[in-house]
């Protein structure tokens, strides 16, 4: 009888999880994080989730876009890391996230927003998407370049008037070539 | 004897309710009942009737239907405990139904809830977690994280030959041939031996050498097969020097 005790005291295959700890799978989709330090706030993970229990918003009054995760409604399917063009959507094997209380399953990135350079208002896009475009402007060709950087720091209405002054000063030009007096 | 709390409850007797949920969550609460994840040890008992319950499982986000049996339910229980707990995304918040007209989006509107359990489903170690907590046997382990990062982003450093451009076509490829989990391991692999090399040549000797010192034959070929794509597609640019590369806007 011992013997058989003995034996079977080997063959217990209940976990004793949460009284120990365990080690989940390395392939677990997890919850997901944004690596804070490579998000640059253009929102495509907000596009992409299909709950949306990414969200973004954008705060005009103190100059943040946040970009929030809510884990409450995350159905953990990995969209946001595939789509993110960072790279700084990283997802964790965590799964221990049961909380009394609701707004512990909150995660947020608060990304200031670039200010207009004309007007000197909030834009609708961050200090780091301006970054990131101008890393990319610097592989464009010379000619190019100097038209686009011009417009590059200007809120969408300041771009909107100076690009149409532009056309009409273009279109509207005496037998001498100068801009006509009067726009219309 | 500082690390554990003290258990609350003695053993709680739960009745399971399904209100509009899509049996995922259902079949992950019968699988705590398993030997495996064997809940009874803690004297956790699912019981066939509400009248007999302590606490209820709430799984699926509640329609119109489901809510006057859920009602029901809850004031069938006896006055004395009825604790709630929201299994899955959808009792939390509605999940992927949230913003449907049939549905109300969680269980919380309609009764309280004391312990929230995320997941879509949640694994059975998450509702063992979550009735622990709930049994006062382990403490919650997240909260609230909000973040105001720096303004300027870390600009990453790259070799001579990465091309950003190639990397996004490499990676689409690698999920063809490797799907989405192996893809990250070997893309950064590929990363490193890219930033690490200065001509095309060295580049190509790198990864072929890589490849036949592997042993499994399926990571083998995906790394042939990633080398001659990538030498192939750098050779055909006029300056392989990223300075020089140009972009058509």
Same mark, same amino acid.
């Given at each position: ?18 009284? !120990?700890?365990? !080690?989940?799978?390395? *392939?677990?989709?997890?919850?997901? *994080? ?9 929102? @495509? ?7 949306? @229990? ?7 009054? *103190?100059?943040? @876009?946040? =970009?929030? =995760?809510?884990?409450?409604?995350? =159905? ?5 890391? !595939?789509?993110?063009? !960072? ?10 996230? @049961? ?8 995660? *947020? ?76 | 004897?500082? +690390? ?19 049996? +995922?969550?259902? &079949? ?30 709430? $799984? #699926? ?21 009825? &604790? ?7 009792? %939390?918040? #509605? ?10 989006? #969680?269980?919380?509107?309609? &009764?309280?809830?004391? %312990? ?15 009735? +622990? ?31 950003? /451009? ?29 930033? $690490? $090399? ?5 580049? /190509? ?22 080398? +001659?794509? %990538?030498?192939?597609? %750098? ?15």
């Amino acid at each position: 009888m011992a013997k058989y005790f003995e034996k079977t005291d080997k063959w217990v295959v209940t976990f004793r999880y949460p009284l !120990e700890p365990l !080690e989940p799978p390395r *392939e677990l989709r997890g919850k997901p *994080e944004i690596n804070p330090d490579l998000c640059i706030g253009c929102g @495509a993970c907000a596009e992409a989730c299909p709950p949306n @229990a990414i969200t973004k918003e954008i705060d005009y009054r *103190e100059g943040y @876009a946040r =970009i929030r =995760i809510f884990y409450g409604r995350c =159905i953990y399917c990995g969209r946001c890391w !595939e789509v993110c063009p !960072e790279g700084a959507i990283v997802l964790t094997n965590i799964f221990e996230m @049961a909380t009394p209380s609701k707004d512990d399953l909150i995660y *947020e990135v608060n990304l200031e927003l670039h200010t207009c350079s004309r007007c000197g208002r909030y834009t609708e896009f961050t200090e780091r998407q301006i970054h990131r475009a101008y890393t990319l402007l610097t592989r464009i060709p010379r000619e190019r370049r100097k038209e686009l950087l011009d417009r590059m720091f200007l809120c969408r209405d300041c771009r909107r008037q100076v690009f149409s002054h532009d056309a009409l000063r273009s279109r509207r030009t005496d037998k001498y070539g100068r801009a006509s007096q009067t726009p219309f | 004897m500082g +690390g554990r709390p003290r258990p609350r409850f003695r053993s709680v007797w739960v009745f399971h309710v399904d209100a509009s949920a899509c049996n +995922g969550c259902d &079949i992950e609460v019968l699988d705590v009942l398993t030997p495996f994840y064997d809940v009874e040890r803690f004297g956790v008992k699912l019981v066939p009737t509400p009248r007999q319950a302590d606490a209820l499982l709430v $799984s #699926g986000s509640v329609n119109r239907q489901a809510v006057i049996g859920l009602k029901r339910v809850y004031e069938a229980m006896p006055p004395k405990p009825r &604790i709630v707990a929201a299994v899955g995304a959808c009792a %939390i918040a #509605g999940g992927i139904f949230y913003d449907s007209l049939a549905v109300y989006g #969680g269980v919380d509107k309609i &009764i309280p809830v004391h %312990i929230y359990i995320p997941g879509c489903p949640p694994r059975p170690e998450a509702i063992l977690f979550g009735l +622990g907590q709930l049994l006062g046997l382990v403490n919650k382990k997240i909260e609230a994280k909000i973040l105001y990062p720096r303004r300027h982003v870390l600009d990453r450093r790259y070799g001579v030959l990465f091309n950003e /451009r190639l990397y996004k076509d490499l990676r689409y490829y690698l999920t063809r041939y490797v799907g989405y989990y192996d893809r990250d391991y070997i893309l950064d692999d590929l990363l490193e031996i890219i930033n $690490s $090399s200065r001509t095309v040549e060295e580049l /190509r000797e790198k990864i072929m050498d890589k490849a036949s010192r592997l042993k499994d034959p399926r990571l083998r070929e995906v790394y042939s097969i990633a080398g +001659g794509y %990538i030498v192939e597609k %750098i050779k055909g640019e006029t300056g392989t020097v990223q300075g020089k590369h140009r972009v058509q806007v």
